[in-house]
């Protein structure tokens, strides 16, 4: 059976991410204007508006985009592995915190760059209150409340990724490097939640020092006991 309709065109796609990515990370989600996203990709707005109603949808899409090229990296020690990929989620988190705050990327940003300085708790207190701001994370999140089609397409973003972590400490419970009776899915989550509770309520740094203290903190109990 021929399908009903044109097919999507890929490349068209292509354009308008790669215009909206620039422009939101330039202006952050207040800049971010799919009219204009539009003309810098050369596409007419209503086939922008086909396939992205509103900025809300326009937003995630970008955020999709740039979590896409994210691999997790297994050397078979748990202790090493999961701070590396939480620190991946905490670049992708510090990227649209910084974004609209007159930088480019979020490799622009010291909180963006493990080992550049120590997780220092003292200097946690001196951040200002911009640079605590949540930003764009806290817009989609609020974009989930707003359109329930929203919310669906961040919770399949986030089961993919989540579904890859889950899987690293799988192969560890089966290493024999954590307790058999691992509750991997409530593990992390408390990892994960702490990252977005610390953007999104304390906007203190995460970054790979976090990270790591996270994970020293949780596997504490969930590690076994070495003889």
């Not at 990709?41 to 090229?69: F, I, M, N, S």
């Not at 994370?137 to 989930?144: G, I, P, Q, W």
Request: aromatic share 4%; charged share 30%.
């Amino acid at each position: 059976m021929t399908p009903r309709g044109r097919p999507r065109r890929t490349d068209v796609d292509e354009g308008v991410l790669s215009a909206a990515t620039e422009l939101l990370l330039q202006r952050g989600y207040a800049g971010l204007s799919p009219d204009e996203v539009a003309e810098r990709a050369g596409v007419a707005k209503t086939t922008l508006y086909r396939r992205w109603p509103t900025k809300d949808h326009l937003a995630l899409a970008v955020v999709a985009r740039l979590q896409a090229g994210d691999e997790i990296t297994d050397i078979g020690d748990i202790r090493r592995d999961l701070p590396a990929y939480l620190e991946k989620i905490a670049a992708g988190l510090n990227r649209m915190r910084a974004a609209g705050r007159g930088a480019a990327s979020a490799g622009d940003q010291p909180d963006d760059r493990p080992g550049d300085q120590p997780d220092r708790k003292a200097g946690d207190q001196d951040e200002s209150d911009d640079d605590r701001g949540a930003g764009t994370v806290a817009e989609l999140v609020a974009a989930a409340a707003r359109h329930p089609d929203v919310g669906a397409l961040e919770r399949r973003m986030y089961a993919e990724c989540n579904a890859l972590a889950h899987a690293l400490l799988h192969r560890a419970v089966e290493r024999g490097e954590l307790r058999p009776d691992l509750d991997v899915e409530a593990l992390f989550d408390q990892l994960a939640g702490a990252l977005y509770y610390r953007v999104l309520i304390t906007g203190l740094p995460v970054n790979r020092a976090y990270a790591e203290r996270l994970v020293d903190t949780a596997l504490r109990g969930a590690a076994v006991p070495k003889e």
